[in-house]
DNA sequence: ATACTGTATTGCGTATTATGCAATTAGGGT
DNA sequence: ACCCTAATTGCATAATACGCAATACAGTAT
């Protein structure tokens, strides 16, 4: 019999209807009638008196909700338990990030993890951003931080941090600044650019200009978010890059932020977080690490 | 966390030995390793510390220990109450069976069953016993009454209930009687035979003559050992059935048994005995009538 | 009556997980 | 050093869970 499964019972012995329970439970109603009914294949019991109109608990559902409530409690009080034995959890947590990640969001949520959880090994990898997914998806990290993608691999979740724009930077150093100096509308088809050869930035700016009918004129394609400071910087062109990238970076008072193009809908804003494996939502320490950032999260939201 | 596990960790601790608490619990090392392991990471602890020549439980796991006792005491008395309940366990089950073990051995097994839980719809289903292991296999039926085959298909589960052997039958009436009447040693390539078309039976005479080198004489194929003994009845030739569907029948005292062929090895008896699915093994009310079964079988093993 | 709505269940294809076998790693004994 | 035992891991396969869409079935509106 499957803890999970006790949830699935307990949420419907509640609301007496099972689409409202599945939706609270955050699965499909067709799960929900299956767990039910496995449980009540187990047993050997009706659990539930599926009426014309009605939902409500049989005899035996009165009995196995008791228990149900009992095995809840008990796992709580295991949890606690444990908590408290000296020997803290183990385990290791494989954390993928941007370099601009690991210089802003990581820290805030590694200082408090590391202190509530001393005996997890951490292992932190940085590399480009446009590859979190993967890694995440392939196994190669147990978890990223990055940007939600368009579209959220049904396997993944995602818990939102902070967002931040993407935003159009130019150096005084390029020679080419006279082309965007001036106030007027932009030509963004003649502006020598640097841009991600791929990733969400990429996909963002390319669907952009697609609406807008307009082909930039590419100067130079690189990888990582970094690397687009430096080479803006050195005068090759117009860069976009996330603004917390701009903003966590030592050029951050040498580079100078563009208007943005005219796009028929600004480009939606990077929307950093917290991203995993729903399959490793029940497992430590990652759902230690995911519940710290989830506190973290609503601390900051409570205060505003 | 599934209950199954807590089964698998507590055996462990008892044992102290991967080996042989897998072996206890019926399933390969590698699955109780990763029972352990699946635990282990949801609680965020080892339970067990392997050191250089030991298993033994970690401090967190003798924490675990008692709630998983607990657990199981919970789930025991869970069992308890619901056992208590006036309306009694419910759901279908649906049995295919030969006719000749639907005489013999299922009224005894029937009886107690219908007695203990009056509330389980019972659907039988009586056809060729050589069916029934497909039955079973493609959820047409949940059991059936059958003959162990040779190979046992992984996802099933058998559980013996009876031998029988197989036994060469011969009617008074057959014209070619003085063919087998006298006691010296018959010529089997030229006796007229009567053979199921498929099925347990034929195989193993099938592989009892080829090992002889005999190319019997088939006079019939049918399909159902019944058929055999009607047909074996009117004179058509020597039949083989299981001995116990002989003396089930009208017929039992009207054909005789013949000797055997000196096969290298007799024909193995016929295994005859409840079959169903492992995974039902924990469904209701197969898991109920599985446990009747077993308890009947133990009793009459204990008279002995 | 007939169509419509709301709700639980089921068929079915797909994604995920579990399992056993065989290979591997590790420690201990000879 | 080399062999033996025991736990773990890689891998291919079997089993299971899941969601979507179709279905079944009452009650309600037209």
Redesign the pocket.
């Known amino acids: 019999m ?1 803890l ?1 499964q006790y949830r699935h019972f307990l949420v419907l012995a509640q609301t ?5 329970a599945a939706q609270n439970l ?13 449980i009540e294949s187990t047993l050997g019991h009706a659990l ?1 008196i ?1 009426d ?2 009605s ?1 409500r608990l049989s005899q035996a559902g009165h009995v196995f909700r008791a228990h149900a409530l009992e095995a809840d409690k008990g796992w709580a009080e295991l949890k606690d338990h444990l908590a408290q034995e000296n020997d803290s959890p183990t385990g290791d947590l494989k954390i993928f990030c941007s370099v601009t990640a690991c210089y802003s969001v990581l820290p805030d949520l590694l200082a408090p993890f590391r202190h509530a959880y001393p005996g997890v090994q951490i292992h932190l990898q940085t590399g480009d951003a446009a590859d979190a997914m993967s890694k995440v998806l392939d196994g190669v990290a147990d978890l990223t931080i990055t940007a939600v993608p368009d579209h959220l ?3 993944c979740v995602f818990n939102s941090i902070l967002k931040t724009p993407l935003v159009f930077i130019h150096s005084a150093n390029d020679p080419d600044a006279d082309l965007y100096r001036e106030d007027q509308a932009l030509d963004w088809s003649k502006i020598p650019m640097v841009l991600p050869e791929r990733g969400l930035a990429r996909e963002r700016i390319d669907g952009g200009f697609a609406e807008l009918g307009i082909r930039p004129k590419i100067y130079a394609e690189v990888s990582g978010h970094e690397a687009i400071l430096a080479m803006v910087n050195l005068g090759f062109g117009v860069g976009v890059v996330p603004a917390l990238v701009l903003e966590k970076s030592p050029y951050h008072n040498m580079l100078s932020i563009l208007p943005s193009p005219k796009f028929s809908k600004p480009l939606a804003p990077y929307d950093v977080g917290l991203c995993m494996l ?2 490793d939502m029940s497992r430590s320490p990652l759902k230690q690490f995911w519940d710290l950032v989830l506190s973290l999260g609503n601390g900051g939201m409570d205060e505003i």
């Open positions: 499957e999970e007496l209807h099972y689409g409202q955050g699965v499909s109603a067709s799960t929900l009638t299956r767990s039910i009914q496995k539930f599926r014309k109109r939902v691999p049904s396997r729903k399959r």
